[in-house]
T-cell receptor, first 113, second 112 residues
């Protein structure tokens, strides 16, 4: 069955430190890939997306993600985390055709001073 | 500002009551979705619609129904609410399947 795995339920980083959130998927074909962020009490906001082409994609708020076909991964990175980045992060995968996106269960990011 | 509007923002409801959560989008997106979000379970798809007049079942459709009479509106109905339906409900829309989804701010529903 198709699935999206975010192995880390909760990550704590210090402000100014680098960040990497992991996402792995299991699909036969190369899917469309997304990262969303959810601040407390809010809906999900799209950070970045990959459809094709350059495997390193830039998003909003200084985030980037790299698609690695050989590892079926789409990890999210940020070189220097700010306290305002504390939120829940969701990876999502989509296929062409009439099937909805499949979301991972999320990674909660805490930022400490 | 273009986007998705959900109503109400929160509701406390007695078990057994009927409840309709409203969702309206003004982006002329073809596809719309309803999710529930519960701690530790992430987002789970309840129902979706690829275009007006069509609907499909998601991962957790039991106890919920939807309709899509036009492009903009996608209401979610709980015919007879049960406590296990206590959750935060999110509506989303996209131009089509596989495309980025835009989310509303959610409805927090408590069933007592």
């Amino acid at each position: 069955a198709q699935s999206v795995t975010q192995p880390d339920i909760h990550i704590t980083v210090s402000e100014g430190a680098s960040l990497e959130l992991r996402c792995n998927y299991s699909y036969g074909a190369t899917p469309y890939l997304f990262w969303y962020v959810q601040s407390p009490g809010q809906g999900l906001q799209l950070l970045l997306k990959y459809f094709s082409g350059d495997t390193l994609v830039q998003g909003i708020k200084g985030f980037e993600a790299e698609f690695k076909r050989s590892q079926s991964s789409f990890n999210l990175r940020k070189p220097s985390v700010h306290w305002s980045d504390a939120a829940e992060y969701f990876c999502a995968v989509g296929l062409s055709g009439n099937t909805p996106l499949v979301f991972g269960k999320g990674t909660r990011l805490s930022v400490i001073a | 500002i273009a986007g998705i509007t959900q109503a109400p923002t929160s509701q406390i409801l007695a078990a057994g009551r009927r409840m309709t959560l409203r969702c309206t989008q003004d982006m002329r997106h073809n596809a719309m979705y309803w999710y529930r979000q519960d701690l530790g379970l992430g987002l789970r798809l309840i129902h979706y619609s690829n275009t007006a007049g069509t609907t499909g079942k998601g991962e957790v459709p039991d106890g919920y129904s939807v309709s899509r009479a036009n492009t903009d509106d996608f209401p979610l109905t709980l015919a007879s609410a049960v406590p296990s339906q206590t959750s935060v409900y999110f509506c989303a829309s996209s131009q089509g399947q596989g495309r980025p989804q835009h989310f509303g701010d959610g409805t927090r529903l408590s069933i007592l």
